[in-house]
Each structure stands twice: as structure tokens, then as C-alpha cells.
């Protein structure tokens, strides 16, 4: 499961999508039968978020037929639920692991998890130094108002639809 991030003007990766895409594939690498969710719609810029990152993927050499580009994602939560619907639909999934960026990691395992889908957890390669401090520490503050914030919003919505 690769989480979504953005694409720049040129239509290129982010410095945060290639190293949730590398380390997706350093942690393939060992297993014959890895199968990719690359998750994002379309940003500020050029083409979904998944279509980028499912492109890197077939240039590393990944079959297109193990990539799956879920492109209707606008968020962390819609990523999230649209990726769980996938995951079902797979037969033989033994293991999920969430590939982004060790802020976002600990949400989206969480929110996972209350959709029943348990996952491990990727090594991602920190990008701290190429954001700042300032920055980075911003990326936590996010993620601790938006846990709670997308938690009773999936709550609300599994209670809606029973």
C-alpha cells in the first residue's frame, strides 16, 4: 500500500512520493507475488497521484498486472477506505504494509485497522532533512488533529451505514 503524495508542476514525483515508491520496492524485492496499491487522485498538478507512482513501479520492473492505481483519493481517509474495498476484493492477501512517511504511518495503519485490514509498518526513508524542522514538526501537528478528526468521521459513516 503506497500512500498518496503530490506531483510538482512538471508532472514529476515529489521527494516524499519516491521514497514511499522506493521503499516499496526495497520491500518487495524478496517475494515473487508482491502486489502494489499505489493510492491518490489528481492534485494541484498533472496526472493522479497514482498513475505516477504506478509508473516508477513499471520502470523498476514491476508487472503493470501487480500494480493496481487507485485514482479517485482525495485524502488520507478516502485512500484509505477506497484501498480497504481493494484489499477484500484480492484473494490470497496475507500482508498489508503501508509505505509513507513516518508521520503519516500511525493514521493510516489506525484507520486501517478500524476497517478490519491490519497492516505492518514500511521503513520509509525519513524526509526530514529536505523539508526542515519547522516543517516536518508541522507534518505531526496534522496528523495529531487529523486522527481523531477522520476517526469520528469513519465511525459516523460505518454507524450510518448499518
Not at 500500500?1 to 515529489?14: E, K, N, Y
Not at 514511499?20 to 497521484?49: I, K, M, N, W
Not at 478516502?78 to 484489499?87: H, P
Request: net charge positive; hydrophobic share 40%.
Amino acid at each position: 500500500m503506497i500512500m498518496g503524495a503530490a506531483v510538482r508542476a512538471d508532472g514529476q514525483p515529489s521527494g516524499a512520493m519516491r521514497r514511499r515508491v522506493e521503499a516499496a520496492l526495497c520491500l518487495a524485492r524478496s517475494s515473487q507475488d508482491s502486489f502494489y496499491v499505489a493510492t491518490g487522485g489528481r492534485g494541484r498538478f498533472g496526472p493522479p497521484e497514482a498513475d505516477v507512482m504506478k509508473q516508477i513501479l513499471v520502470s523498476a520492473g514491476v508487472p503493470e498486472k501487480r500494480v493496481v492505481a487507485e485514482r479517485e483519493s482525495s485524502d488520507t481517509l478516502s485512500s484509505v477506505i477506497n484501498c480497504a474495498s481493494i484489499i477484500r476484493r484480492e484473494k490470497g492477501v496475507r500482508s498489508v504494509l503501508v509505505c509513507s512517511d513516518r508521520y503519516h504511518i500511525p493514521r493510516c495503519r489506525w484507520l486501517f485497522w478500524l476497517l478490519g485490514i491490519h497492516t505492518g509498518r514500511a521503513s520509509v526513508p525519513s524526509g526530514r532533512e529536505a523539508n526542515g524542522i519547522l516543517r516536518w514538526s508541522l507534518y505531526y501537528v496534522r496528523e495529531l488533529v487529523a486522527t481523531p478528526v477522520d476517526t469520528v468521521i469513519l465511525l459516523a459513516r460505518r454507524l450510518s451505514d448499518r
